[in-house]
């Protein structure tokens, strides 16, 4: 997945929307004004200068993945015990992008407040808010 494809699978998700609080280029998806993608179009940590996007992650499941594929590495600028950065070189399946971009959203919307979090839940079926949110 490329940069565009990755936002609009962000922005796909259940009242997700779109800010640009850092750069006008640093895309931020929030859902209830809690970020759960950031995506840039080149990326700084990498020589080829390769869109990045960062996603929060159990942290468990963090390291597996960093483990596991060389194009996750620990969140840049970002807590790297709970956010991996996705090096969008074209070596990640598209499935697992997007479902680590479903598992970002889940553990987002799932920490928001009663207040916030019921009108999502009257709104939208628990598979479409949580559905990458299980144990690891």
């Not at 929030?30 to 080149?42: E, Q, R």
């Amino acid at each position: 997945m490329d940069f565009d494809q990755c936002s609009q699978y962000a922005a796909s998700k259940p009242e997700s929307t779109l800010d640009y609080p850092f750069t006008p280029d640093v895309a931020v998806y929030k859902v209830c004004g809690k970020m759960f993608a950031l995506i840039v179009p080149t990326g700084n940590q990498n020589p080829n200068k390769c869109a990045q996007m960062n996603l929060k992650c159990d942290p468990f499941h963090a390291q597996e993945l960093r483990d596991t594929f060389d194009a996750i590495i620990p969140g840049y600028h970002m807590n790297k015990r709970h956010w991996n950065t996705l090096v969008l070189d074209g070596s990640l399946p598209q499935s697992e992008i997007e479902r680590l971009i479903d598992h970002s959203y889940a553990l987002v919307a799932k920490s928001l407040s009663k207040a916030q979090r019921t009108p999502l839940e009257l709104k939208y079926p628990a598979d479409a808010l949580y559905r990458e949110l299980k144990p690891y």
